[in-house]
């Protein structure tokens, strides 16, 4: 079973539409969308829900009538969520990172670390595999903790199957629920763009997949836009024994046939069309070899 | 003398799970009386370093050995240093799993079999 | 004031925008939130003037004392300590650097040291911005750690426009909690839509007024134009879809360098946006 993991640095180069369209080609396959708080699979892939749980989050300090103004715990914590007045104690649920610095030290007990519900989680059914998706609350934390618990629902699924696949539609950034979606996957597709920020954010994302030993590929989407910095990628890529697996076109029909949920590959004349099969063969001999 | 191995669920006839930070349940299957407990594993649930803290339950749980698919080198580490013999590659029925291992069919693991980094890393 | 620019979905044009603001406005303070991803120097190419490193403090144990450390390992909440036996295994990747080993472990055995996790740099982009910006170290989960460094520097007395990263989660609150209004970015597509919907749920929850900036005009639908007309959420600009601004943006050049007429357009949603709040 193989397990990869869809992402960008950048965000919009692309992630979920090659994610997509992947699923669509592939078979013995479950999908996975971590990209938790700004999901977007769903739109495509039309899940029947048939599972849901919900997502109790990391712990939060809370603080109670006991409380008697002495300001030990805010002396303390190193993450400047408790403000101090002469009259009360308030938590910044923000910036608390549940460590229990607070609870621990808080001689009269008035501090005490409460896990609230954060979001939701489901298995679904679409018409290509089962899909592992998730809610998390407008504004909440722990998105890396939540992305933990949709990678192991979908785990036990493949395990319990004879899935030969897992696609992993990752969020953007380098951050916590990037990582947790890197978190033990044979490999890493990144999607980047010949921007130069799009460069800028590749390199980063690199980094984080090289630190976690995870064998990683690169597309560069939209290449044609920047012929000059698309040979910049190659050559960094080049540099760095990172396998090119694809380029794909810039084509003006991509944004419209997505905006009608739509899959590019069912377009076999659109030059992206074209490109994002060519990268799905060259993978498969990797997923199912 | 106990042995643990890594499950997809809380019966002898459930199969072996083959993640050790990361199954769903432990299996503590007692040799000498042919009892055996279960234990949900809450170590999945953490973002990083699953297998560090498994591995710290499974020492306390005082076994000899673990059986399961895999060990990254965070749960290597610590079941080592807690003298707990690893067996990899172990797959099928949990109950079979176990006669093998009475039977001294399974190979004992010497090293971590897949990669991690700082806890992070594949099968942590 | 202090205007921030957000989305839900990534890749709308959040930097675009901001830095578009910036310049519209001349005089500014600017801030790049989006610290696991910065890309608003590219821009605006600031004059670095000082670097700062942002750090966390990580224990280390003097396991030569023979004490026992097992108290440290209960206690973490994020299995970044390990004892078994007389052993202490440390994983600085998990370690949140929340100071627990030192209180709760053997006095005096448990000693800190200063770890690097990011930096916020300070600079000045011409005309006459004030530039900040976080960067974290990639490998590092400590984002929000390196953002609480940048809003220390955040000089409220005047014009103040925050880069926020993109997404709905704890690292866009951290950029537009502070604000006095935020600008979300978004494109007529139901991707768009589907992330605009949660990026004003959060804002609601946060009381902070908002206007919506439809970016690539004319690439999908009138879903997201319609639902804000319907609702009356404020439309303060639309960008049409132009493969020219895309192959300018990918040079690294502004919506200014491509079509100065932009330049007027942000300055009146500057002052669409100033005349709501001082209402």
Redesign the interface.
């Known amino acids: 079973m193989k397990q990869i993991t869809i992402i960008s640095g950048k965000g919009g180069t692309g992630k979920t539409t090659i994610a997509s369209n992947f699923i669509k080609m592939a078979h013995d396959h479950i999908a996975v969308d971590a990209d938790v708080d700004a999901a977007n699979l769903h739109i495509l892939l039309n899940p029947i829900i048939e599972k849901q749980e919900d997502f109790i989050g990391g712990a939060i300090a809370v603080v109670n009538e006991n409380c008697i103004n002495c300001g030990k715990c805010e002396e303390l914590c190193r993450f400047d969520a408790i403000s101090y007045s002469s009259t009360d104690i308030r938590i910044d649920n923000l910036k608390c990172e549940g460590c229990g610095v607070c609870e621990y030290v808080c001689p009269v007990g008035a501090i005490v670390l409460k896990k609230e519900k954060q979001g939701q989680f489901y298995t679904s059914n679409t018409e290509f595999c089962k899909l592992v998706h998730a809610r998390l609350n407008p504004g909440a934390e722990n998105s890396g903790l939540l992305v933990t618990r949709v990678r192991n629902a979908a785990e036990d699924i493949a395990y319990s199957q004879d899935t030969k696949l897992v696609i992993i539609d990752g969020a953007p950034g380098i951050g916590c629920p990037v990582i947790a979606s890197l978190n033990g996957v044979d490999y890493a597709l990144i999607v980047t763009e010949p921007t130069l920020s799009g460069i800028s954010d590749f390199k980063k994302i690199y980094y984080v997949a090289k630190f976690f030993n995870i064998k990683t590929f690169v597309c560069i989407n939209k290449f044609d836009i920047n012929p000059k910095n698309t040979v910049e990628i190659e050559s960094f890529c080049a540099l760095n024994n990172i396998e090119v697996i694809g380029k794909v076109s810039y084509d003006e029909n991509v944004p419209k046939l997505l905006a009608q949920k739509k899959f590019i590959i069912d377009y076999p004349d659109s030059p992206a069309a074209k490109d994002i099969r060519k990268i799905w063969e060259r993978f498969e001999g990797y997923f199912y070899g | 003398m106990k042995i643990c191995i890594t499950s997809t669920g809380s019966s002898l006839d459930s199969n072996v799970d083959p993640r050790f930070g990361r199954c769903p349940y432990f299996i503590i299957y007692d040799i000498g009386s042919d009892t055996f407990e279960f234990i949900e594993n809450g170590s999945r649930q953490s973002m990083g370093g699953a297998g560090i803290q498994a591995g710290q339950v499974i020492a306390a749980k005082e076994v000899s050995a673990v059986l399961s698919g895999n060990f990254g080198p965070n749960a290597f580490r610590v079941l080592q240093a807690a003298n707990i013999k690893m067996y990899s590659g172990v797959s099928g029925i949990v109950r079979e799993a176990i006669e093998k291992y009475k039977n001294g069919q399974l190979v004992e693991t010497s090293s971590a079999n897949v990669e991690s980094h700082y806890g992070m890393g594949k099968n942590s | 004031m202090i205007i921030s620019v957000a989305s839900?979905?990534?890749?709308?044009g959040k930097?675009t925008v901001a830095v578009s603001l910036a310049l519209a406005a001349e005089y500014c303070q600017f801030a790049d939130y989006?610290v696991?991803?910065p890309?608003a120097d590219?821009f605006l190419k600031p004059g670095i003037k000082n670097i700062k490193k942002v750090t966390?403090?990580h224990p280390y144990f003097l396991t030569d004392t023979d004490k026992d450390f097992s108290g440290c390992?209960k206690?973490c909440?994020?299995?970044?300590v390990?004892?078994?036996?007389t052993?202490v295994?440390f994983?600085?990747?998990?370690c949140?650097?929340?100071?627990?080993c030192i209180?709760?472990g053997p006095e005096g055995a448990v000693r800190e040291k200063d770890v690097e996790v990011g930096e916020v740099s300070k600079g000045f982009s011409r005309p006459g911005i004030d530039f900040l910006e976080g960067n974290?170290i990639?490998?590092s989960?400590r984002?929000?750690?390196v953002q609480?460094e940048l809003e220390k520097m955040i000089n409220r007395s005047g014009l103040v426009i925050i880069d926020s990263?993109?997404?709905?989660?704890?690292?866009?609150?951290?950029s537009v909690?502070n604000s006095d209004y935020c600008i979300l970015v978004t494109e007529?597509?139901?991707?768009g839509f589907?992330?605009l919907l949660?990026?004003m749920?959060?804002l609601d929850?946060?009381k902070i007024p908002y206007g919506v900036i439809i970016n690539?005009d004319g690439?999908?639908?009138t879903v997201v134009e319609d639902y804000c007309n319907a609702q009356n959420k404020k439309i303060l600009l639309k960008i049409p879809?132009d493969?020219e601004i895309?192959?300018c943006?990918?040079?690294?050049g502004t919506l200014f360098d491509y079509d100065k007429s932009y330049k007027e357009k942000f300055q009146k949603t500057l002052e669409e946006i100033e005349n709501s709040i001082f209402q």
């Open positions: 839900g979905k990534g890749g709308t930097t989006d696991e991803a890309n590219i966390i403090k390992a206690f909440h994020y299995n970044a390990a004892v078994i036996g052993e295994l994983y600085p990747q998990l949140h650097g929340c100071g627990g209180l709760v974290l990639p490998g989960m984002t929000t750690t609480n990263p993109p997404g709905n989660s704890c690292s866009m609150v951290m909690k007529p597509t139901p991707y589907n992330d949660i990026s749920d959060v929850s946060l690539r690439i999908g639908d879809n493969i895309a192959k943006y990918s040079r690294g």
